[in-house]
């Protein structure tokens, strides 16, 4: 099945939950904590995790939706962005980026 990327608070982590990306936790400039991406949660990660205050993790889900689905959300998303970005000058490098990276996350 394919998967989607998810952001839950980690008070809605559960153990066998996927980290989709990399985390790295800093408590006053230092790095205290790190996971890899591709690590299966455990309830002492999640433990530790809530210890060192993360609020957020970025884990894969199964994604029910048919190609289609994902297209027409996608498609959605996209026209939402464009609506949102109206007033904005999207040949200004930065914004550009900006508004490519949003698009990138409301479209997986």
């Given at each position: ?16 939950m996927v980290i989709s990306a990399p985390m790295q936790i800093s408590q006053q400039g230092f790095l205290s904590m790190t996971l890899p991406a591709g690590l299966v949660l ?67």
């Open positions: 099945m394919k998967k989607r990327h998810h952001y839950l608070p980690i008070e809605q982590a559960l153990p066998g455990t309830q002492e990660n999640i433990n530790q995790l809530i210890a060192h205050r993360a609020e957020f993790v970025d884990v894969d889900l199964d994604d029910p939706r048919s190609d289609e689905q994902v297209a027409d959300d996608a498609a959605h998303a996209a026209h939402r962005l464009l609506e949102i970005f109206e007033g904005a000058d999207l040949s200004e490098p930065y914004m550009a980026n900006f508004f490519d990276q949003v698009l990138i996350y409301r479209s997986t």
